[in-house]
């Protein structure tokens, strides 16, 4: 059966006239376009031999035969299941039990399967603050962690990316409330000194939601992650994660104590207003935590060729000082730069993913990396040869990240501040400790 099509131009579908708050906002996006000569997301499609450095697959399970033939048997023994919102799932099943498996793989009492880390972030913030609760968050924090201080109607407070003494002032103006950061930064791949964070939120009675979707399945013996990994897990109230990184599907999750989680299952807006994860999945990521588990080569192999190719970028004169993990990110500035660098790139055959405006301030677009552990040697030297020739195409000496580095390295984390604040912390009112002199 063909599917019915309709010429919508010829017919002139959308015949009402749209009102200028829409029309504002879709020319200002076209015209952003348009100045750029080029959509800077709408790069060229990969050939057979591109090296691909786009997907969050860390540790290449993307296809894996045991997690696909665990989903497929369990597509036919249950379908979908039911398709309606979580609150109501009783009982044991395969949802169950990938929750309970996996809280004793992140050293929590209890988890909850969400449909997305969107979902997971929003919901969480939205239920455990309101007006009242000042939210602080890192100014790198993702989107999700934002929207979640909105939905819950709080005001954000950011603080210095990794700075315990800009949390503490600001902790000291506004008082206890909820501290939201990520163990690993999703632009820039740094990490959070998280030992002195908690230690802060403690002194001050804050609770901590602590984001692990680039380091649950990637750090710790079994893929714990950063937190149990680093000994924390019992002073972190809550712990989130998308599962479409190291999980390499669609989902999320919140752990923590039993009795918090069970509060967030039935009212987070998130949890009760939305349908849940379907049976096939969570039986996907059952195999997937078991793989991840018992295959801790995966890990090494996978830091053994991030450190590989960013001392390999920074011979290059690459400032990828930031990034302590798997994400490494080459920040051209402007986006007519990346675009230029995506360019270089891609014709190489070496594919990035870009991130500019809403994701990063205007100014510090960048392509990143996301580094996996199937990388072969060849592919990893040829990245770096691909860099080293396209250095002058690119003007990477003109590039300020590179200017910071090369000619101000003390300057480098100073202006590292500036990276989201126009971008998913957009429109908020900077306090006047992160305002630089
Ligand atoms: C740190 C972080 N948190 C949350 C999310 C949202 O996860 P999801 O794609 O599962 O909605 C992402 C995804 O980009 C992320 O990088």
Not at 97 to 123: I, R
Not at 175 to 194: D, I
Not at 362 to 390: G, H, K, M, W, Y
Request: glycine share 8%.
């Amino acid at each position: 059966m063909s599917v019915p099509q309709y010429d919508f131009k010829q017919h002139q579908l959308y015949k009402t006239p749209e009102p200028p708050f829409l029309t504002g906002r879709v020319d200002q996006y076209q015209e952003r376009v348009a100045r750029n000569g080029s959509h800077i997301l709408k790069g060229r499609r990969p050939g057979d031999h591109a090296v691909l450095l786009v997907s969050n697959d860390y540790l290449a399970l993307a296809g894996h035969p045991t997690i696909i033939d665990a989903q497929v048997e369990a597509l036919q023994t249950y379908g979908h299941g039911l398709l309606r919102s979580d609150v109501y799932r009783a009982g044991a099943g395969p949802l169950r039990q990938f929750e309970l498996n996996l809280a004793q793989l992140m050293e929590a009492e209890d988890t909850v399967l969400c449909q997305s880390g969107w979902c997971a972030n929003v919901g969480l913030i939205q239920s455990i603050a309101d007006a009242n609760t000042p939210v602080y968050l890192d100014m790198h924090a993702h989107a999700s962690l934002w929207e979640g201080a909105r939905s819950a109607g709080a005001t954000p407070r950011p603080f210095r990316h990794n700075s315990a003494q800009s949390l503490e002032r600001l902790i000291q103006r506004h008082g206890p409330g909820v501290v939201a950061v990520e163990t690993v930064y999703s632009t820039s791949g740094s990490m959070c000194p998280l030992d002195e964070i908690v230690e802060l939120a403690e002194r001050y009675g804050c609770i901590m939601v602590v984001d692990e979707s680039h380091s649950l399945g990637l750090f710790g013996e079994q893929g714990e992650g950063l937190t149990a990994s680093w000994g924390l897990a019992g002073r972190v109230h809550f712990r989130t994660s998308s599962l479409s990184k190291a999980f390499a599907a669609r989902g999320g999750i919140v752990a923590g104590r039993a009795r918090n989680i069970e509060f967030f299952r039935y009212e987070s807006k998130t949890a009760v207003f939305s349908s849940g994860i379907l049976p096939h999945e969570a039986v996907g990521f059952q195999a997937t935590l078991v793989v991840i588990a018992a295959e801790n080569w995966r890990r090494e192999q996978l830091h053994h060729n991030a450190d590989i190719l960013r001392n390999a970028l920074n011979a290059l004169d690459y400032n990828v000082d930031a990034s302590q993990s798997q994400i490494i990110s080459l920040v051209a500035g402007p986006e007519s730069r990346t675009i230029i660098l995506r360019d270089a790139l891609e014709s190489r055959g070496v594919f990035g993913s870009v991130f500019c405006w809403p994701a990063t301030a205007t100014s510090r677009s960048l392509v990143r990396f996301s580094v996996n552990c199937a990388l072969s040697e060849e592919q990893l030297d040829r990245i770096v040869s691909v860099c080293a020739e396209i250095r002058d195409e690119i003007g990477l000496y003109n590039w300020s990240s590179t200017q910071r580095r090369v000619l101000h390295p003390l300057d480098n984390g100073v202006a590292d501040q500036q990276l989201n604040i126009d971008g998913v912390g957009g429109r908020f009112q900077l306090p006047d400790d992160l305002v630089d002199p």
